[in-house]
């Protein structure tokens, strides 16, 4: 968790250089209210793992303490090449799996979501998935050292970020063995020839060997996105939706065996009679168009604001969270999730937003007096509220009575 936590701001940094490098080429591959919500669900996914790190830790620590097939060392160049190799085999069954099965899709196809694909959609995360650690025990078992293997999974995650870019082409040699910006857009992309291919983490050898590797190929630029649209900034319901819609298939099916079955089956599965009675809407890849919802500039900027001070504080929530009691680690989690679901009424230009800005801010406030904070966090975080009731209170007395949109054209790469 600490590997991640201080490569956070290499990440920032290297968004920020990516950004400023396809102005200058004319090639710009973000979008402003999609990058907020990508980096948002990353950090909504460090932030569950503080709440539920004890569900797979019990787990992990006895097959740790227990009776191991070998005697391995715990330290040396050799035991860190095996156990990256061994933690990336797991990870290409666990990642190959959750394309495979509905309720392991529910969790992963959060990072499938954005319809760009640029060094932020890297950070965004799965904010529910629990199981995953399933994959990993009987390495655990074999001997390897907890401490090396958990950091090889960091290193493992950390590694996957660089090759989530449109800027990088193809590596020569480098494309047989490990995943390069090429074979990961593959993975991306929602075109016909390339789903479900490319499963691994650093190594893109596994997919060679077990008949999932698809090239990147020139004739067929990728589409970005998932077969059923998001159509949403909205990081919660990102987090939920594909449960949402599994569940109602379940409910509505008619025999006991499909409400159970449709949770194991692959995505897009349905009980027999319902793809008729409950169509669903499919992208059309002919004609596509990516979710851009119409928003002012004034609300964009408030946004982006909001997005700013809110990762802030949840970057310094993950540092402090060792130090601070349970009741005021769920509490502030718990304004941080409604600060990040505040942002995407924001950039879908919500009139609601307005009422419930309000109210955020009003628990803020309150939580003040709750949570165990440093002077000069508590001073910054007064200064936040000072600013945000400023700027909240003149789109009250200006656009109380209307939606916060001005048409913006498609497709022009920025918000």
């Known amino acids: 968790m600490y590997i991640i936590l201080y490569a956070i701001p290499g990440f920032i940094f290297l968004i920020f250089f990516e950004w400023l490098y396809g102005l200058a080429r004319q090639r710009n591959t973000y979008r402003?209210?999609?990058?907020?919500?990508?980096?948002?669900?990353?950090?909504?996914?460090?932030?569950?793992?503080?709440?539920?790190?004890?569900?797979?830790?019990?787990?992990?620590?006895?097959?740790?303490?227990?009776?191991?097939l070998l005697n391995l060392p715990d330290k040396g160049v050799g035991i860190w090449i095996f156990a990256l190799i061994a933690y990336d085999f797991s990870y290409y069954w666990f990642h190959r799996i959750s394309h495979e099965v509905n309720l392991f899709w529910a969790a992963h196809v959060v990072?499938?979501?954005s319809?760009?694909?640029?060094?932020?959609?890297?950070?965004?995360?799965?904010?529910?998935?629990?199981?995953?650690?399933?994959?990993?025990?009987?390495?655990?078992?074999?001997?390897?050292?907890?401490?090396?293997?958990?950091?090889?999974?960091?290193?493992?995650?950390?590694?996957?970020f660089w090759v989530h870019t449109e800027h990088v082409g193809k590596l020569g040699p480098f494309e047989y063995i490990f995943v390069t910006p090429?074979?990961?857009?593959?993975?991306?992309?929602?075109?016909?020839?390339?789903?479900?291919?490319?499963?691994?983490?650093?190594f893109i050898i596994w997919d060679r060997l077990f008949g999932s590797f698809q090239e990147e190929l020139s004739d067929k630029p990728c589409i970005y996105g998932i077969r059923k649209p998001l159509k949403s900034h909205n990081p919660l319901w990102a987090n939920v939706h594909v449960y949402w819609f599994v569940l109602l298939d379940s409910w509505r099916a008619k025999r006991w065996q499909d409400k159970v079955k449709v949770w194991f089956r692959e995505p897009g599965w349905r009980p027999p009679g319902l793809a008729d009675a409950y169509p669903v809407e499919r992208t059309s890849l002919e004609h596509f168009v990516k979710y851009r919802p119409p928003v002012s500039k004034a609300v964009g900027h408030y946004a982006f604001f909001q997005f700013f001070c809110t990762t802030l504080s949840a970057t310094g929530l993950l540092i402090v969270a060792r130090?601070?009691?349970?009741?005021?680690?769920?509490?502030?989690?718990?304004?941080?999730?409604l600060g990040f679901y505040?942002?995407?009424?924001?950039?879908?230009?919500?009139?609601?937003?307005?009422?419930?800005?309000?109210?955020?801010?009003?628990?803020?406030?309150?939580?003040?007096?709750?949570?165990?904070?440093?002077?000069?966090?508590?001073?910054?975080?007064?200064?936040?509220?000072?600013?945000?009731?400023?700027?909240?209170?003149?789109?009250?007395?200006?656009?109380?009575?209307?939606?916060?949109?001005?048409?913006?054209?498609?497709e022009t790469g920025t918000d």
């Open 32 to 68: 402003v209210a999609d990058t907020i919500t990508s980096i948002s669900l990353g950090s909504i996914s460090r932030l569950r793992g503080l709440l539920f790190l004890g569900f797979g830790a019990w787990f992990y620590t006895r097959a740790a303490d227990g009776n191991h």
């Open 111 to 113: 990072h499938h979501q």
């Open 115 to 160: 319809e760009d694909y640029n060094l932020g959609t890297a950070l965004r995360q799965s904010g529910s998935g629990l199981f995953s650690f399933v994959f990993y025990l009987p390495w655990l078992y074999v001997g390897i050292p907890p401490s090396i293997f958990f950091a090889s999974g960091a290193l493992n995650l950390v590694y996957q």
């Open 182 to 202: 090429s074979n990961h857009r593959v993975h991306h992309a929602q075109n016909e020839i390339y789903i479900d291919r490319n499963y691994g983490g650093i």
């Open 323 to 337: 130090q601070w009691d349970t009741n005021a680690l769920i509490l502030a989690a718990g304004l941080l999730f």
């Open 342 to 410: 505040m942002q995407s009424m924001w950039t879908e230009g919500r009139k609601l937003a307005i009422p419930l800005e309000w109210i955020k801010l009003g628990l803020i406030f309150a939580a003040l007096n709750y949570l165990p904070l440093a002077p000069v966090v508590e001073l910054g975080l007064k200064g936040y509220l000072l600013i945000s009731i400023a700027i909240l209170s003149w789109f009250t007395l200006k656009w109380s009575n209307r939606r916060f949109s001005t048409p913006v054209t498609p």
